[in-house]
Protein backbone atom coordinates (compact mmCIF):
# COMPACT_ATOMS: atom_id res chain seq x y z
CA UNK A 1 0.00 0.00 0.00
CA UNK A 2 1.21 3.27 -1.10
CA UNK A 3 2.40 5.93 2.01
CA UNK A 4 2.11 9.27 -0.05
CA UNK A 5 -1.57 10.81 -0.99
CA UNK A 6 -0.51 11.19 -4.56
CA UNK A 7 0.91 8.03 -5.08
CA UNK A 8 -2.46 6.37 -3.79
CA UNK A 9 -4.33 9.03 -6.20
CA UNK A 10 -2.40 7.27 -9.15
CA UNK A 11 -3.45 3.67 -7.85
CA UNK A 12 -7.01 5.06 -7.72
CA UNK A 13 -6.40 6.65 -11.49
CA UNK A 14 -4.76 3.82 -12.84
CA UNK A 15 -8.01 1.54 -12.06
CA UNK A 16 -9.99 3.49 -13.38
CA UNK A 17 -8.24 3.51 -16.73
CA UNK A 18 -7.28 -0.18 -16.56
CA UNK A 19 -11.13 -0.92 -16.04
CA UNK A 20 -12.21 1.63 -18.76
CA UNK A 21 -9.67 -0.08 -21.31
CA UNK A 22 -10.28 -2.99 -20.47
CA UNK A 23 -14.07 -2.26 -21.40
CA UNK A 24 -13.00 -0.88 -24.37
CA UNK A 25 -11.25 -3.91 -25.56
CA UNK A 26 -13.99 -6.14 -24.38
CA UNK A 27 -16.48 -4.14 -26.22
CA UNK A 28 -14.42 -4.40 -29.40
CA UNK A 29 -14.17 -8.07 -29.19
CA UNK A 30 -17.77 -8.42 -28.46
CA UNK A 31 -18.42 -6.47 -31.93
CA UNK A 32 -16.20 -8.93 -33.60
CA UNK A 33 -17.95 -11.87 -32.45
CA UNK A 34 -21.24 -10.32 -33.52
CA UNK A 35 -20.05 -9.48 -36.82
CA UNK A 36 -18.60 -13.60 -37.16
CA UNK A 37 -21.82 -14.18 -35.77
CA UNK A 38 -23.78 -11.82 -38.30
CA UNK A 39 -21.28 -13.12 -41.91
CA UNK A 40 -22.20 -17.03 -40.71
CA UNK A 41 -26.26 -16.10 -41.15
CA UNK A 42 -27.74 -14.70 -44.54
CA UNK A 43 -28.93 -11.27 -43.66
CA UNK A 44 -27.12 -8.66 -45.58
CA UNK A 45 -28.15 -5.97 -43.55
CA UNK A 46 -27.22 -7.15 -40.71
CA UNK A 47 -23.56 -8.07 -41.75
CA UNK A 48 -22.99 -4.65 -43.00
CA UNK A 49 -24.21 -3.35 -40.24
CA UNK A 50 -22.33 -5.30 -37.78
CA UNK A 51 -19.08 -5.08 -40.13
CA UNK A 52 -19.65 -1.19 -39.47
CA UNK A 53 -19.60 -1.01 -35.72
CA UNK A 54 -16.80 -3.68 -35.76
CA UNK A 55 -14.48 -1.68 -38.30
CA UNK A 56 -15.41 1.57 -35.80
CA UNK A 57 -14.63 0.08 -32.63
CA UNK A 58 -11.34 -1.16 -33.61
CA UNK A 59 -10.63 2.51 -35.44
CA UNK A 60 -11.41 3.59 -32.04
CA UNK A 61 -9.39 1.51 -29.49
CA UNK A 62 -6.17 1.92 -32.13
CA UNK A 63 -6.76 5.65 -31.65
CA UNK A 64 -7.08 5.50 -28.06
CA UNK A 65 -3.85 3.24 -27.77
CA UNK A 66 -5.26 0.30 -26.81
CA UNK A 67 -4.29 -1.87 -29.69
CA UNK A 68 -1.25 -1.51 -31.83
CA UNK A 69 -2.62 0.58 -35.24
CA UNK A 70 -0.84 -2.63 -37.24
CA UNK A 71 -3.22 -4.70 -35.11
CA UNK A 72 -5.97 -2.59 -35.89
CA UNK A 73 -4.97 -2.91 -39.73
CA UNK A 74 -4.98 -6.99 -39.98
CA UNK A 75 -7.99 -6.95 -37.55
CA UNK A 76 -10.31 -4.64 -40.34
CA UNK A 77 -8.55 -6.48 -43.48
CA UNK A 78 -9.55 -9.73 -41.96
CA UNK A 79 -13.29 -8.69 -41.16
CA UNK A 80 -12.96 -7.17 -44.99
CA UNK A 81 -12.01 -10.29 -46.32
CA UNK A 82 -14.80 -11.98 -44.54
CA UNK A 83 -17.20 -9.45 -45.56
CA UNK A 84 -16.36 -9.78 -49.18
CA UNK A 85 -16.78 -13.54 -48.71
CA UNK A 86 -20.09 -12.93 -47.91
CA UNK A 87 -20.84 -10.86 -50.58
CA UNK A 88 -19.83 -13.53 -53.14
CA UNK A 89 -22.45 -16.17 -51.40
Excluded at 31 to 43: P, Q, T, V, W
Aim: hydrophobic share 40%.
Amino acid sequence: MANIKSSEKRIQISEKAAARNKAAKSLMKTNIKKFDAAASGSDREAVESAYKTAVKTVDRAATRGLIHKNKAAHRKSALTKQLNAFSEK
